[in-house]
């Protein structure tokens, strides 16, 4: 550990320093990043699912405290690049990561470190100066025995890459236990400084990506075998429905979903459109609940061919 630091008092010593500033969790998919970004920040913003690469937007959540606003930038997970997307993706996360104050290096307290972490932990090696927290997370799927043989397992990894962890913390996101404390010991890691973002604020994505997140979630709900993550939503406009009373407003949101091959397009609609409304019914819940107004939700299905490999399309869908 470093040299002592030694603080000057202050003319006032009861008031510690303002402190704002970004972690990221990274880790391989479904390690429990986005239930932890939802279990710090309190309500739902990163999209979880049970599918890898569904987190394909930088949603950032935010925890307000009084002493401090910790930033939570959610990086798409890093893989070996198969496509051009996937190229893209990490040309992403690399950056983010050395722009970011603390590193979070999520690994599941029920799953032996595998040759995944080792990746992604000799990546977090070569960016030398942004300090690293390993958060051993889904303990309660665990017990004491093998929690303890996960915390030794981590803290070799460090050892063996030359780096050392900054702390590592067991957590349990799901039922509660030491969320908390995680951003007691991430908040000290920042850099002192006035809050970044207004006090209201849960995550900056603009409204229509977590629309279309929402959208992207519920199509894939039930097909994700026969269409992985060749689905991507584009929301082309929001506007407010005109001759409405102020106090009965509506919004009109027309999106699409588009898909790689036509092919797909059954799949996606379903039996005389049955799939496609109880995608459009249940989204549209969840966008009125996140924007807090009735919304009319207008879906339609485009192909667009190839779209994960095909630069121009990838711009336009919003990669």
């Avoid at 972690?23 to 920040?41: D, E, I, M």
Wanted: glycine letters at 8%.
């Amino acid at each position: 550990m470093g040299a002592m630091s030694v603080r000057t008092p202050s003319s006032k010593p009861s008031e510690a320093p303002h402190r704002a500033g970004f972690a990221c969790f990274v880790g391989r998919p479904n390690a429990g990043k986005s239930t932890l970004t939802n279990a710090l920040v309190g309500q739902k913003v990163a999209i979880t699912a049970n599918q890898p690469q569904t987190t394909r937007h930088t949603v950032r959540g935010i925890v307000h405290r009084p002493d401090a606003q910790l930033i939570l930038v959610d990086t798409p997970g890093l893989h070996k690049p198969r496509t051009l997307l996937g190229q893209r993706l990490n040309d992403i996360v690399r950056t983010t990561w050395a722009e970011v104050d603390v590193i979070g290096f999520c690994l599941p307290a029920n799953e032996k470190l595998g040759p995944g972490d080792r990746f992604i932990a000799k990546e977090l090696a070569s960016i030398k100066k942004t300090p690293k927290i390993a958060i051993v997370t889904k303990t309660d799927l665990v017990d004491s025995k093998t929690l303890a043989e996960q915390l030794i397992a981590i803290d070799q990894l460090g050892k063996e890459l030359g780096f050392e962890w900054a702390e590592i913390v067991p957590v349990s996101a799901v039922a509660g236990q030491q969320v908390d404390l995680l951003a007691d010991l991430l908040i000290p890691l920042l850099p002192e400084g006035p809050a970044l973002y207004p006090e209201g604020d849960l995550t900056d994505e603009p409204e229509q990506v977590m629309i279309a997140e929402l959208i992207r979630e519920a199509a894939l709900e039930g097909v994700r075998d026969e269409l992985p993550h060749s689905i991507a939503v584009v929301v082309e406009e929001m506007l407010p429905r005109e001759d409405r009373p102020a106090d009965k407003p509506l919004l009109d949101i027309h999106a699409f979903v588009y898909i790689e091959r036509p092919s797909q397009k059954g799949i996606i609609i379903g039996p005389k459109g049955a799939r496609l409304k109880q995608v459009g019914i249940k989204s549209r819940k969840q966008i009125e609940a996140l924007l807090g107004t009735p919304v009319f939700l207008d879906l339609h299905v485009k192909v667009a061919k190839d779209w994960q490999r095909d630069p121009r399309q990838l711009r336009k869908l919003g990669f």
